[in-house]
């Protein structure tokens, strides 16, 4: 192997798995040199990116960080607002990935020289030689599995990435991390939403959000709300609302500015539309049964694909699906492979007489 081909440009956030990723790979022989992207402002994150350079450091690879924040703003942050107050409810780990992390990963690996790039997500990718096809599949390990947030990748990225973790799981990786003396294997997990202090979105955007009316299906007024940004398809607490019978979330009517609530029934779809699809190997062009996960946590549930074209398809669920959300991400599977997947555009329920997902049960809140 070519020294290009065998030099990889591993992202390292810092956290216990892109440490170990960049770790597994130069205990494999490749010539590792590790890169962090801050994505928020010197004065947050800060601490993260000091542990990614003092790893580097003990593995004895290069690294260095660039300034991303800008470019993050702008392309993940905005999005994240401007979805929200059009009563969507947008995954920006999910754009960050599609329109940032790999798209600089590969980018500046080119300019690097090397043949590779990697991070420490769990999922896996598998070449086959005879189609010269390369598919993204779940990881071994399932209740950790991040193919999801991968949906995005195309065969020029795919070809030059490498996942290290995908056989792994979460306390094997942290074994690795303190047998190898990383000072990162007991770091907590990162929160889901990196550029969010506290956890608390609505402080973003809660300017352009006025309070307007709650109504249930027949329009008839319950209540006020206190902002659409506040609310998302499936919620039941917070509502302020007193009927004497639990009440969701079940549209988002963000032109009119109303909340629409109903009962846990209500909030069942068994159909949606995607936009933005994306093929991992080629378009499928009939009517396929698939399995669909609608959120990172969903299990995933047995459905028709139906293409409409090439970046839109109709899914028409066996079982209709608790609180499918416009602007999350519908994707695709068949048994471990990721086929594809698709922003949520618009969600419907057509039989209301089927019966709802064996063990969905209805949340909390």
Request: aromatic residues 8%; glycine residues 8%; charged residues 25%.
């Amino acid at each position: 192997m070519k020294d290009k081909n065998n030099t990889v440009l591993v992202a390292m956030s810092g956290g216990v798995d892109s440490s170990v990723a960049a770790l597994l790979l130069k205990n494999k022989g490749f010539i590792v040199k590790g890169i962090t992207m801050k994505f928020m402002p010197e004065d947050s994150g800060t601490a993260h990116y000091k542990d990614a350079e003092k790893v580097a450091s003990i593995l004895g690879i290069p690294h260095f960080t660039i300034d991303a924040s800008q470019e993050f703003k702008k392309t993940v942050i905005d999005k994240f607002c401007d979805e929200y107050k059009t009563g969507r409810t947008p995954n920006p780990c999910i754009h960050c990935n599609r329109h940032m992390k790999f798209k600089i990963l590969k980018k500046i690996a080119e300019e690097q020289d090397a043949g590779f790039i990697a991070s420490g997500h769990y999922a896996r990718i598998v070449h086959d030689r005879e189609t010269d096809i390369y598919f993204l599949k779940r990881a071994i390990n399932e209740k950790k599995d991040q193919s999801y947030f991968l949906y995005m990748l195309n065969q020029t990225i795919l070809q030059k990435t490498l996942l290290p973790l995908g056989s792994l799981t979460k306390d094997k990786v942290r074994s690795i991390a303190k047998d190898n003396y990383l000072p990162v294997f007991e770091k907590e997990e990162s929160q889901e939403i990196c550029f969010i202090d506290g956890k608390d979105y609505r402080k973003l955007f809660k300017e352009c959000s006025a309070p307007g009316p709650i109504i249930n299906r027949e329009g008839k007024v319950l209540g006020t709300h206190t902002g659409i940004v506040d609310y998302t398809i499936g919620q039941r607490r917070g509502l302020g609302v007193a009927t004497g019978k639990p009440l969701y979330v079940t549209d988002i009517d963000s032109e009119k500015n109303v909340i629409v609530v109903g009962s846990g029934d209500e909030a069942y779809h068994d159909q949606l539309i995607t936009e933005e699809v994306n093929w991992i190997s080629h378009p499928l062009k009939t009517e396929t049964e698939v399995f669909a996960k609608i959120r990172s946590v969903h299990r995933a549930a047995k459905a028709k694909l139906i293409p409409l074209t090439n970046s839109k398809v109709e899914l028409h669920f066996f079982e209709p699906q608790w609180a499918v959300a416009p602007g999350q991400s519908a994707v695709f599977y068949d048994g471990d492979t990721v086929v594809g997947g698709g922003i949520i555009e618009s969600a419907s329920r057509i039989n209301i007489h089927s019966s709802k997902q064996t063990g969905s049960g209805l949340p909390a809140g």
